[in-house]
């Protein structure tokens, strides 16, 4: 089974940084896309950004020129840098891949992580 561990969230003061990182684990041969999503307490979760295998990205509207989605499939690693931080932005982030595992020929999403807590207050 493929594991997700999310990491790099914390506390942050309006208008501040963070970088997330998502590290995948569990015989992957293969990764289609890569995307992060968020859930603020009482909400929904929500894509905040997606990328595929070949590089093209997709936003949220409400992070579009401020969040920076990338990974490395080597790593299998996927990275959310966040910057201009506001306290709407404030959720757990969570990652979900599209991998295709050793002795499959298909892609198929993995389960969610414990997800990364982003908190933004002054």
């Known amino acids: 089974q493929v594991q997700l561990v999310e990491s790099g969230g914390g506390l942050v003061q309006p208008g501040g940084s963070l970088r997330l990182s998502c590290a995948a684990s569990?015989?992957?041969?293969?990764?289609?896309?890569m995307a992060w999503y968020r859930q603020a307490a009482g909400k929904e979760r929500d894509l905040v950004a997606r990328?595929?295998?070949?590089?093209?990205?997709n936003y949220a509207d409400s992070v579009k020129g401020r969040f920076t989605i990338s990974g490395n499939n080597a790593k299998n690693t996927v990275y959310l840098q966040m910057n201009g931080l506001k306290p709407e932005d404030t959720a757990v982030y969570y990652c979900k891949l599209d991998v295709r595992r050793t002795g499959s020929s298909n892609y198929v999403p993995t389960s969610w992580g414990q997800g990364t807590q982003v908190t933004v207050s002054s």
């Open positions: 990328i595929s295998g070949g590089g093209s990205t």
């Open positions: 569990g015989s992957i041969v293969g990764i289609s896309a």
